[in-house]
């Protein structure tokens, strides 16, 4: 049974520090979406890749968030610096346009002191 | 510009009662609707879709959702809920143009009574 995994599953890191979350996507899976997850403001779409090419990332504070696909089984989101209100869960999906659904990772639990 | 509206925030029901989440749409073309779920410390799980053919969708774990074009909506139904059924439900739409990034919405938390 195929999944997206995600690493780490927790992190806690304290305010400045760099964070960098890993996704491995399903294989075949040629699109890869980064969420973001909180309360207040629900489940946001930071950025969007196809075929390892960043085609929307303008939902991601450009300052300190960055996002790559360094091959077609790791997608990863970097935050330098870390702030708290970064603090959120973080997910990735992957999918495939032709199938028009996208599967969730697990997550990773970002809390930021 | 594509939207969805879950107007509930938590849907109550007793345990085998039929259940209603509620979703309406607002898109500029043809619709393609989503329905997915999130369990606790879990990533969200497809339910169903909408993407052409028969109103009645039919999904996963007994859940089925009805598109009204007219009522611009795609409501999530079961006939008799189940204690499991608990869980954060997502309704969310396509963009249409053409980069296939859905448009989630602020998702509806769902308590089935025992």
């Known amino acids: 049974d195929a999944r997206v995994t995600q690493t780490p599953r927790h992190k806690v890191t304290e305010m400045g520090q760099e964070v960098t979350m890993r996704c491995q996507p399903i294989l075949g899976h040629n699109t890869v979406f980064w969420y973001r997850q909180t309360m207040m403001q629900g489940l946001e779409l930071l950025a969007y890749f196809r075929n390892r090419a960043p085609l929307d990332d303008s939902g991601m504070p450009k300052d300190r968030f960055s996002a790559e696909m360094p091959d077609a089984t790791l997608a990863t989101l970097k935050i330098q610096p870390s702030e708290p209100r970064d603090s959120a869960v973080y997910f990735c999906a992957s999918g495939h346009p032709t199938r028009d659904t996208q599967y969730f990772g697990p997550g990773t639990r970002l809390t930021v002191l | 510009a594509q939207s969805v509206a879950q107007p509930e925030d938590q849907v109550n029901v007793a345990e085998g009662n039929p259940l209603t989440v509620k979703c309406t749409y607002s898109?500029?073309?043809?619709?393609?609707l989503f329905w997915y779920v999130q369990y606790p410390n879990r990533g969200l799980q497809f339910l169903l879709k909408y993407i052409t053919g028969d109103n009645l969708v039919k999904g996963s774990y007994g859940f089925e959702a009805e598109f009204n074009k007219s009522q611009t909506s795609f409501h999530l139904k079961k006939p008799s809920a189940l204690v499991s059924d608990s869980a954060l439900y997502f309704c969310?739409?396509?963009?249409?143009?053409?980069?296939?990034?859905?448009?989630f919405g602020t998702g509806t938390r769902l308590k089935v009574l025992a």
């Open positions: 898109v500029s073309g043809n619709p393609y």
């Open positions: 969310a739409v396509r963009d249409d143009s053409g980069t296939y990034k859905y448009i």
